[in-house]
């Protein structure tokens, strides 16, 4: 697990207050669930895949004596893995507490035993929007747009919608001969053909005891193909394709164009992308389902789709569920290869010498003045020679140092030494905060 | 533990927000650790007190199975129970990458298995700042400082700092009789005394080992009375009465005296008590400790002190720390109970309700083009009656609803109708904008 620096730390917060900023436009509203559930919420929807994923918690005192004696589970609870089990049973808890509609954003961390690797971590943040209990497809348009508004105010231009929906996969998978109940496990093979390509995805199928005919039909049907096509072409393509089809697919269909028809009308110039065999790699979702890629590194990075089962495991009643979850951990990586983020967010703006004991009463004051103005400004704590208390100013990235010995105090100045240029001007006393507020905001414009 | 609801969720967020804020002005830096820590590191530090505290985390396959053959430890990591041991080993862990006088702030869940009771949760915030690497004055009075402003942005007016010492309050028991290796069990004692007056100190002096004749000294010196008198003449009334003590209560004096001075002069207003009563139960502490505590409710909101000795038994040499620690759970509960969260938390600033389908997308576009200004809009997902949707405006608690018909579209108008008054007026449709963020500033300010 990782422990983050300050420039780290600095850079995630940068892109939780943007994501939220976003969020909040849409008038999404923040929860929180706590880090521990019950393992029977972790390993009941669907999470018995997960089990292994699990960081347990020990049972204590005589509970856990008991359970080592008669060899039973030696946890009853569990680090959440996502935030969509949490979200599930939470609904279900709060449902006379919540609005109808529940529109929330969760930003927080999530725990998975895996073996890290390069950008899979124990500890991680997701970052999720989900609408819960609207069914049709406006809501997906809302969970959309709220994040490739997200991702552009963190400074991502140039990227595309890939859109796909489960009931077109499965009727695609029936087509090609798959029968209903080897779907799930298609998808997951399906999921990886970006990574492992077609042959890959072959030797997948073969373990996962699907037939080599499957595999044969469905790439002889083309369907990378349907990615090139404008949207209501494709989906037309795909309806002549299939010819008559199930009422889901149909629906598919239809809710697909009614999706893109409407992020057509709220962003012409996103570019909207039908992608038959995206997949998404989760068991619980039921309809439209979709990711954003940067169109500069071909990654995903964000994705999300409509699951109107899972919180019904929960609740004893179908409830329909549509969510969207940023990459956190991916864009915060590629920013800081790509140099995202902006110079200021290390740093502070001034670095207040202390002459000497006597004098620090004055520097204080000083300190004191320019920080309720809002800078972000350092007070050397130990009184010595200027030089480590200059090189500790520059250590910490501050734009300014502020000097008053005896000969300035004298004359009523303060020097101001720009630690870039290492230029240095005596400036009034009275005139100190004012001088710095307007060359930080002269620097920042 | 706790699930958060919406409202909750953000006043969480407002007071992080507002102590990040004043944290940052002291150029104090955020940090982040994981949520786990190896057992060992919470061990390690006088953790052993507080292994009945730890959610201690399940090894896992073969390390699980070979550990209960051989009935060793079933754990080898933990969920944090405070940020401050993790900063110790984060310090030692990244010496190198880290400015010789760390300043670093961190606000984040830990977790404690106790009985839940009023105000006591397994799962909850702690708020720290601490400087590691300064020893002397300076760094106490940054962080009161600090802390002091950060309370006052959340809306804290009149409260009080008191201060006493580890080195003095040692003395004074060496004077009351009580041998130098009972100082720390007899401290914990003492740290009681607010909520079990004397009598009750006096039981646990008992259960503790401490004589008598320990508690009648203590009692006789009217310590107490010490926190009426101005901080200058307490100070000196203490040095009176102990005569000719050890360095290290000289010391502690002196300390004292300098950050009562440095205090006097940044926040004349504070009040400053020295309460040679004061004693903070961790063990760590080694020298300067402090409370801020709310005048109207006699409460304390933060507690700190300087702790020259944890790091070090990570780090093999000793290295200075002082930090300070906002109650942020108690404020959180204070400030809902005394209602001091801004209203404008909760809500969104506008509705807009959808007619029929078919104008669907011009009132996306009018949601589309509020959220450009920065306005916090919900659009409606559901189509249908202007009853129901007008319903979820009311509960969602929008300032606003918007309505375009028919009628309205035909006048190029949309009907702003302001949810509290329930009056209606119609704005030319590109007037919309200006018009609500107008309305919403001035009600703002």
């Given amino acids: 697990m990782r422990d983050f620096l300050p420039l780290e730390t600095r850079r995630r917060q940068y892109l939780i207050r943007g994501f939220r900023e976003v969020y909040e ?95 899979r971590f124990r500890e991680f943040y997701q970052c999720d929007v989900d609408i819960v209990g609207a069914p049709g497809h406006s809501a997906e348009v809302e969970v959309i747009l709220a994040t490739a508004d997200a ?22 998978l029936a087509s090609a001969g798959a029968s209903p109940e080897l779907h799930a496990t298609a998808v997951i093979a399906l999921d ?24 044969e039909r469905l790439r002889a049907m083309e369907l990378e193909a349907v990615s090139t096509l404008p949207v209501r072409e494709a989906l037309s393509h795909l309806a002549h394709k299939m010819g008559s089809a199930s009422e889901d697919f149909e ?34 979702y039921t309809g439209p389902i979709f990711e954003i890629a940067s169109q500069e590194v071909s990654l995903a990075l964000a994705g999300g789709g409509r699951y109107d089962q899972l919180i019904g495991r929960f609740a004893g009643q179908s ?41 620090r009463a004055d520097s204080l004051r000083l300190a004191d003045e320019l920080r309720a103005t809002g800078l972000r400004v350092l007070l050397a704590l130990q009184v010595g020679g200027l030089k480590p208390q200059l090189k500790e100013a520059n250590q910490r990235g501050a734009r300014f140092a502020l000097i008053a010995g005896p000969s300035e105090r004298e004359q009523g100045v303060v020097q101001i030494k720009d ?27």
């Fill in 192 to 215: 990886k053909l970006d990574k492992i390509g077609w042959e890959g995805v072959g030797a997948e199928f073969t373990d996962r005891g699907i037939g080599a005919g499957v595999l």
């Fill in 319 to 359: 409830l329909p569920a549509v969510g969207f979850s940023i990459g956190f951990e991916r864009i915060l990586e590629l920013m800081s290869e790509r140099q995202m983020f902006p110079e200021s967010l290390s740093g502070v703006d001034a670095f207040v010498t202390v002459f000497d004991a006597e004098q």
């Fill in 25 to 119: 436009r849409y008038g999404f509203d923040p929860i929180d669930t706590p880090a521990l559930e019950r393992l029977e919420v972790l390993l009941g929807a669907g999470g018995a895949d997960n089990e292994k994923l699990i960081f347990k918690v020990l049972k204590r005192g005589e509970s856990l004596s008991r359970s080592l004696e008669s060899k039973e589970e030696l946890s009853d609870a569990g680090l959440r893995f996502d935030l969509t089990v949490p979200l599930a049973r939470y609904v279900v808890e709060h449902r006379s507490e919540l609005p109808r509609v529940l529109r929330r954003y969760h930003i927080g961390p999530v725990w998975r035993a895996e073996r890290p690797a390069r950008g």
């Fill in 151 to 172: 991702l552009r105010e963190v400074g991502f231009g140039s990227f595309s919608v890939r859109l796909n929906d489960r009931r077109l996969l499965s009727a695609l």
């Fill in 419 to 445: 630690m870039e240029s290492g230029e240095a001007q005596n400036v009034g006393r009275q005139e100190v905060a004012r001088h710095l507020s307007g060359a930080i905001n002269r620097a920042e414009t």
């Fill in 251 to 284: 629906s598919a269909v239809r809710d697909l164009g009614a999706i893109a028809l409407d992020l057509g009308v709220a962003r012409p110039n996103i570019s909207l992308v039908v992608s038959p065999v995206l997949a998404r790699g989760m068991g619980y």
